[in-house]
Nanobody
């Protein structure tokens, strides 16, 4: 069982930056691949970035490439999403998710076993 708690969301102007954190409970965090998803009003939840259990493999959605960076600190049981050059279209609730397994990264919602409660990111123009 893993519990995930996101933090770091908020209101920022376009062009600004935010760093989201997701703290995981449990002692086997390094056994989980992690992902960041977002859901804007009226839209489906989408994977923004994902990272393998070791941190050696990462994935970014086209909208995130060059602006967002996913990373993890297994000693701190935490995964991060650094978001730079934010745009109004990045406004959404951001969720972190965990999937048990030693594979690569995962980008589909149904592949993940555990979800956080979400943190709101609002980017003003």
């Amino acid at each position: 069982q893993v519990q995930l708690v996101e933090s770091g969301g908020g209101l920022v102007q376009a062009g600004g930056s935010l760093r989201l954190s997701c703290a995981a409970s449990g002692r086997t965090f390094s056994s989980y691949a992690m992902g960041w998803f977002r859901q804007a009003p009226g839209k489906e939840r989408e994977c923004v970035a994902a990272i393998s259990w070791s941190g050696g493999s990462t994935y970014y959605a086209d909208a995130a490439k060059g602006r967002f960076t996913i990373s993890r600190d297994n000693a701190k049981n935490t995964v991060y999403l650094q978001m730079n050059s934010l745009k109004p279209e990045d406004t959404a609730v951001y969720y972190c998710a965990a999937k048990y397994g030693s594979g690569n990264y995962y980008v589909r919602q149904y592949e993940y076993n555990y979800w956080g409660q979400g943190t709101q990111v609002t980017v003003s123009s």
